[in-house]
C-alpha cells in the first residue's frame, strides 16, 4: 500500500502518507534516499547532516594546528591520521546529505555565509600539547556518545556513515586518553598542563549536546521520526557519568564544585554549563569563530583551480564523447 501512495500523486501533508511515514519509522525501517518523506523530515536531515559534516571539517582545524608540533614522530604520525580521519567523516556526512537533494557546493555556502552551524567545541583554541590529549578524550568522547545511538537513525545513508565513523571516533577517544595518561604520569608541570586542559574544555565539551531539554527546539520531532534518538540531557549526563571515573583514574579533578554521586537517580549530580556563553558563541562571538570560518573560506578559494579544472576536463570529455557517437 505505501508503495502504492509514493506512486501517486500525493501532497506533503496528506495525512495517510504521513501516517504510514511515521508507521516505517516507530517499525525501525530504514528510510531510503528514493522513498517518499515529509519535508520536514528532508530538512532536519539536511540540518543535522550537513552541520555535522561541517563539525568535521572545522573540527580538523584546532588539531591540524598542533600537526607540526607533535612531540614525537609517533605522536605526529597518529595525529596526522586523526586529522585525515576526519576528512574523510566529512566527506561520508557530505555524501549522506547529498542524497537528500542538496549539493555539496550548496552545503558549503551556507557555512561560509553562516546560515548553517558547525559544533560551538570548535571555537576554542587548542594552546598546549595537553589539549590534543583532552580534545580526543573530551570530544571525541562526546562525539561518539551522540553518534553511537544515530548508528540506528531512521535514514539509511546517515546511519550507515555512521558505523564506520563510531570506530575511528572510539580509536581517537583513546589516543586521546593515551596522551592524557603519559601527560599525568609525568613531570609536574605535564600533570599541570593536562588539568589546566580539563579545565578549559569541560564546560565547552558540554555544551557539545545542545541547549538543555526545556530549550531545544528540534529534540522532540526529531525523536519522533528517529533522527535523534535520545534527548541532549541523557546524553550530557552519560558522558559525565562515564568521564568523572576516568578524570578520577589520571588523578584529575574535574571543574566543578557541585559534581556529586546522587545513588537515587544512579548518576551524577553536575553544574550546567554557562547557556548564555554557548549562545554567544552559536552568534559567532567565541574566541575562534571568526579564525575557523576565514580559514575555510580561504581553503574553498584556495581549491577552486581544482574545481575549475574538474568541470572543465569533465566538459571536454562530455564533447569528445557526443563526437564519437
Ligand atoms: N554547537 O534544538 P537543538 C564532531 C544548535 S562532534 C553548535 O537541541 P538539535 C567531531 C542546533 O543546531 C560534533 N550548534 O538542536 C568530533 C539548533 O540550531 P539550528 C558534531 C548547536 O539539532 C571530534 C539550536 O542549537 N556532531 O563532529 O536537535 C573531532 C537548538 O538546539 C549545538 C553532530 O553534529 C552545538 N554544540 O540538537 C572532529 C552530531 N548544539 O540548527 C569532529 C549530530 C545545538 O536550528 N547532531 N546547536 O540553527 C546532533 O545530534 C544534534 O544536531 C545536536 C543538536 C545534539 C548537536
Known sequence: MYAQMIKSEATQDDP???????????????????DWMPEGYRKTLIRQ?????????VGQLPEGN???????????????AKVQDEAGHGLYLYCAAETLGVSRDELFEMLHSGRMKYSSIFNYPTL??????????????????????????????YARAMVRICKEESFH?????????????????????????????????????GPSDKDSVHSEQSMAWKIKMNTNDELRQKFVDQTVPQAEYLGLSVPDENLK??????????????????????KG?????????????????DGAWVREGMLAHAAKKRIAKVAAQ
Open 66 to 80: 598542533w600537526i607540526t608540533r607533535a612531540p614525537t614522530l609517533e605522536r605526529k604520525a597518529i595525529l596526522l
Open 173 to 209: 577517544q583513546r589516543q586521546g586518553y593515551d596522551i592524557m595518561m603519559k601527560m599525568c604520569k609525568g613531570t609536574d608541570a605535564q600533570k599541570k598542563m593536562a588539568q589546566d586542559a580539563l579545565n578549559r574544555l569541560w564546560y565547552p565539551s558540554l555544551m557539545m549536546f
Open 128 to 157: 598546549t600539547w595537553a589539549d590534543m590529549g583532552a580534545v580526543g578524550w573530551l570530544v571525541d568522547g562526546a562525539a561518539i556518545m551522540n553518534q553511537v545511538p544515530l548508528q540506528r537513525t531512521s535514514y539509511g545513508p
Open 261 to 282: 554521586w546522587n545513588e537515587e537517580k544512579g548518576g551524577y549530580d553536575f553544574s550546567e554549563p554557562d547557556w548564555s556563553e554557548f549562545y554567544d558563541v552559536l
Open 285 to 301: 562571538n567565541g574566541p575562534c569563530n571568526t579564525e575557523r570560518l576565514n580559514t575555510r573560506k580561504q581553503a574553498w578559494a
Open 16 to 34: 495517510a502518507l504521513l501516517e504510514a511515514f511515521q508507521a516505517r519509522i516507530d517499525d525501525n525501517q530504514k528510510i531510503e534516499p528514493k
Open 49 to 57: 547532516i550537513g552541520q555535522h559534516a561541517h563539525s568535521e571539517i
